[in-house]
């Protein structure tokens, strides 16, 4: 796990721990990017797809 995922696991975990929630939806997920910071400043691309 990089820095990066463990930071946004951990901000993942407060939101749910301080709003008593067992999981965010995908509104707050985008929330909780922002807080950390995260802004559009591209702009979109395609999804690319990762195999296992």
């Known amino acids: 796990m990089t820095d990066e995922q463990f930071v ?3 901000a993942v ?3 749910k ?4 929630r067992p999981f965010p939806t ?5 929330d909780i990017l922002k807080a950390l ?3 559009k400043v ?4 395609d999804i690319v797809v990762v195999s296992d």
């Open 13 to 15: 975990e407060e939101y």
């Open 26 to 30: 995908w509104t707050e997920v985008l």
């Open 42 to 45: 591209e702009e979109p691309q």
């Open 37 to 39: 910071g995260y802004r």
């Open 8 to 10: 946004f696991l951990q």
């Open 17 to 20: 721990r301080l709003n008593n």
